[in-house]
């Protein structure tokens, strides 16, 4: 096991940074790679268990993979397999995408209940029906999920909640299907553009992403391609409040800075000073005080940022309100935080912040990526020596994060037990 101690973490962060390739792009785009014989090649793909993870399902269901300095070449020609075992899906929830693949190119798919942090209750229902909606019959017996069908149709789907997973799984199913299909309530996120852009470019017919109505229009076959991952938003984000919990002075380069403007937004309120460019954020912190939060789908507060912002808020001025309404057991980073000396109070789902003049060093436990993440700011801001251990979640999305931050100057490295 490894964890990460972080030294005095009194230390102001300076410098630049430059943003990797979004994990929660690249692993729908993985899935979609799939959908045709021969060999796409994606730059800017993150070096994080995750990926490795997919690149082993995808290795397992037949194709053939090389990932060097950050590219990955997939040849999906000799996919030969439609089954994910149980203990591949049970690793990564990401898994479930292949579902919507696999039925685009196959009809046919057999998969476990995925994985991934236990955030809260994420149940797969939406991702099935609107399978079903294009004509998937499906089997579900003793925690395996069968799904077949002779063709596809499009049809209209209607979401009850625009989840991001669902909205990708029915796209990746719908490029190959009879017809057109509009997804109702489909999720915005810039991910799931992402995924569209990769799409089209091998030759779908996509319209309306990044709008709550997607329109496909199925096409005969798709072509494989060459292209690159979009930036990294909620890494950029994590960087940007590692800058303002140490009142440093950080540049995050090579980002889409719309994807950001619910974290600007709330960052000018609680005091820091924010400078734009076409592709770059310089964040300078020094007085913040207390700010309300609530979590919304995009274009809204995102919920992968919660923990994170709570981090900084706990050294805040005031009172801060934090509202997650995106997943039910997103404060499991509250009591490991408490234990560093903030002053937190959860009440069903918010949690009542009170700024602390001091966080103190202490030994902790990532209980999620997330949570890994709001630990390791909640350290470089604290006094004392902090060791946060099962980085493992840690490292699951956040890539050479602490290269990236020994190049600001943070006094943090990786050991083991």
Do not use: W
Request: aromatic residues 6%; charged residues 20%; glycine residues 10%.
């Amino acid at each position: 096991m490894e964890k990460f101690i972080v030294n005095e973490g009194k230390v102001q962060l300076n410098g630049y940074i430059r943003i990797g390739g979004a994990k929660n792009a690249a692993l729908p785009i993985m899935a979609a790679s799939i959908l045709c014989a021969g060999t796409s090649v994606i730059h800017d793909v993150p070096n994080l268990s995750d990926i490795m993870l997919m690149k082993r399902i995808l290795e397992y269901l037949g194709a053939e993979i090389i990932y060097q300095n950050n590219t990955l070449f997939i040849d999906a020609k000799g996919i030969n397999k439609t089954d994910i075992p149980e203990n591949l899906m049970r690793e990564m929830r990401a898994s479930i995408f292949l579902m919507g693949a696999l039925m685009g190119r196959f009809r046919t798919a057999s998969i476990f209940y995925p994985g991934g942090c236990a955030i809260g209750h994420r149940p797969i229902d939406l991702h099935i029906k609107a399978l079903e909606r294009l004509g998937a019959f499906v089997d579900e017996n003793h925690g395996v999920i069968t799904l077949s069908a002779s063709h596809l149709v499009g049809e209209k789907i209607v979401f009850d909640f625009p989840s991001v997973g669902a909205t990708e799984n029915a796209i990746l199913a719908a490029v190959l299907a009879e017809g057109r299909t509009i997804i109702h309530n489909a999720a915005r996120e810039p991910e799931i553009v992402d995924l569209t852009n990769f799409l089209i470019k091998m030759g779908a017919e996509i319209h309306g992403a990044g709008n709550d109505t997607i329109y496909i229009d199925g096409v005969k076959r798709l072509n494989p391609v060459e292209y690159t991952i979009m930036p990294d938003r909620i890494q950029a984000g994590t960087f940007l409040l590692a800058g303002a919990i140490t009142n440093g002075n950080v540049v995050i380069e090579n980002i889409t800075v719309e994807h950001l403007f619910a974290l600007i937004d709330k960052l000018a309120e609680l005091g820091a000073r924010i400078s734009l460019g076409n592709d770059f954020i310089r964040i300078k912190a020094e007085k913040i005080c207390g700010i309300d939060i609530k979590t919304l789908p995009f274009p809204g507060f995102p919920t992968d940022l919660q923990a994170p912002m709570m981090a900084l808020l706990c050294k805040a001025e005031g009172t801060s309100v934090i509202t997650e309404t995106i997943f039910e057991n997103r404060f499991r980073h509250v009591d490991q935080l408490a234990r560093m000396g903030a002053k937190i109070l959860v009440e069903g789902r918010s949690a009542v912040v009170r700024g602390v003049n001091t966080l103190k060093g202490a030994t902790v436990e990532a209980m999620d990526l997330r949570a890994g993440g709001a630990l390791v700011l909640a350290a470089l801001g604290a006094e004392g020596t902090s060791t946060i251990e099962n980085i493992k979640h840690i490292d699951r999305g956040y890539e050479n994060f602490e290269i990236n931050l020994q190049s600001l100057g943070a006094l943090i490295i990786r050991a083991k037990d």
